[in-house]
């Protein structure tokens, strides 16, 4: 049965976005402290960076960000992490990812945006939709092949599905760092824990892998 | 020399105070999620309600049960915490922790009532004060004979002892639940991890313990 997953870096208050971005610094300072672990991982230079010497973290951040792709059949992104809010109404724009993103599946991108679907190599394949959650994970699973759905990003997108009540599988690696600014991943979220299992373990790193696990539906 | 040292129960969402109280559950079930773990330690149960049958948990949660008591000279309270905005104007109450409190040190209680001391037995005496934290600091210090001078809450006193850049020690354990309410205790405290070791361990009862070590000041 297909399970909804969610992996996200937030920080120690739960920040989940960081809004300290200026052009000179489009990412910003906090959002690299946010992702150091993430991005120093083997699986994210492999995977996402297109890095094939090996170099990379391989302890337990790896084996998390490694989880990340296993067994997902299809994907959805929020307008702003396609990267719509940063280039809207640009026809050319095909992501932050390059010629051949990671996802190497089915995503689909909720926006109000009408955009023709974009086949990228690798096996990722962009769909453009307005949909609610629901309807977008309807979408996805039907395409998912019996794979789980991730729901990738951003923050925003992430909690509406989390407040429908629709993810079976939350992952936060959690940054000890406090950011005090941005979206928190866990405003009025009370009671998310209920009928999961819930487990913890740290990293070398400093990261604290926090997993929320559904385990009636 | 003096170290500034703080403990405080909160959420994964960072609430350290709860909202659900009544009359009936003059606690509410809240406290009671937010303080399990630490309630059912041997630690606990011996300091706190003199019960020296050997009963409660002995790992990680009583690890750090016992140090908030080892090497104390002197404790800072808030109003709250000692129970003055429960029972106000009342010259009887002498706080939640009947005759012999856990504290068997000097404990300041920041108010601006004008109560005389209250000398307990066990070695605790409240004094009742009227003081900045830095203020506090400085009595609790002057008492404390070269020992740690612990900030034992509640929750909007400890706020402001981060805030004012006051603290040490920071150890939070954190209750593996969303509260969605009450005091934040992250909120405007960024960068408070600026100058310290952080390090995480996780108990068997689910408990992630999170300590914040100042290494200069």
Redesign the interface.
């Known amino acids: 049965m297909t399970r909804v997953r969610v992996d996200l870096n937030i920080s ?3 920040r989940a976005t960081t809004v300290d971005q200026t052009p000179d610094d489009p990412f910003g300072q906090d959002w690299g402290r946010l992702t150091e672990a993430y991005v120093a991982t083997r699986t994210f230079r492999e995977r996402v960076l297109h890095d094939t010497s090996g170099a990379g973290t391989t302890d337990l951040d790896d084996e998390f960000a490694a989880r990340y792709f296993q067994g997902i059949g299809a994907e959805i992104l929020g307008a702003g992490m396609f990267g719509l809010h940063a280039h809207p109404d640009d026809p050319e724009w095909r992501g932050w990812w390059g010629d051949e993103p990671p996802f190497r599946v089915p995503v689909f991108v909720l926006t109000h945006e009408r955009r023709p679907s974009l086949e990228m190599a690798g096996g990722t394949t962009f769909h453009f939709v307005t949909a609610s959650p629901e309807e977008a994970l309807a979408m996805a699973t039907e395409v998912a092949g019996g794979g789980d759905v991730r729901v990738g990003g951003g923050a925003t997108t992430v909690r509406s599905f989390l407040a429908a009540g629709l993810v079976d599988d939350l992952h936060v690696a959690i940054a ?6 941005g979206v ?1 991943l ?8 209920r009928d999961c299992r ?5 990293a070398p790193s ?1 990261t ?1 892998h ?1 997993t929320f696990t559904r385990e009636r539906r």
């Open positions: 120690l208050d739960g000890p760092i406090i950011l005090g600014q928190n866990w405003d009025d979220l009370r009671g998310l824990e819930i487990e913890t373990v740290v400093g604290i926090v």
